[in-house]
């Protein structure tokens, strides 16, 4: 599993002008399911989410995770992390899972994040999504399990 977090003043993501998932100040993940993700893979991407210090402390070193900052957590879903773009024009997205298999991973980080944290939103897998974000520092961690 791949997942691209920004720290974030506010983040939002929208579906046809319809506003589906928007968080305060957290963390904006957009997650890849690859094939073979098995359930202790995404829950130790969940474990990671909640925990991984991005947040600064009273000396302003980032030494805080989302779970003790108290932020909202905004996930979603963009097969486009798996690509594979070594060579050529034109990404190849064979290290990304087949729709039915990351629909399934997807929504089982989610409850994972959902049973962590308290404030967790989403984007709607599979949708032609407009994801909007205020990035805090910037701060920006590419992560994978």
């Not at 402390?57 to 989302?66: H, Q, S, T």
């Not at 798996?82 to 039915?100: C, E, H, I, V």
């Not at 999504?129 to 590419?142: A, C, E, K, R, Y």
């Amino acid at each position: 599993m791949i997942a691209l977090l920004q720290r974030v003043r506010r983040a939002h993501v929208e579906v046809s002008g319809e506003t589906v998932g928007r968080i305060d100040a957290g963390l904006l993940v957009l997650a890849c399911v690859q094939p073979g993700d098995t359930p202790e893979r995404i829950a130790r991407m969940a474990d990671r989410l909640a925990a991984y210090r991005v947040f600064p402390d009273a000396e302003g070193r980032m030494n805080v995770g989302l779970k003790a900052h108290g932020g909202g957590l905004l996930l979603v879903s963009q097969f486009t992390l798996g690509a594979d773009t070594r060579s050529g024009l034109r990404a190849s997205f064979s290290t990304a899972a087949p729709p039915d298999e990351a629909r399934a991973g997807f929504e089982r980080l989610v409850a994972q994040c959902r049973a962590r944290l308290p404030v967790v939103e989403t984007g709607r897998f599979g949708a032609d999504m407009q994801v909007s974000l205020v990035n805090d520092g910037p701060v920006t961690f590419w992560l994978e399990t």
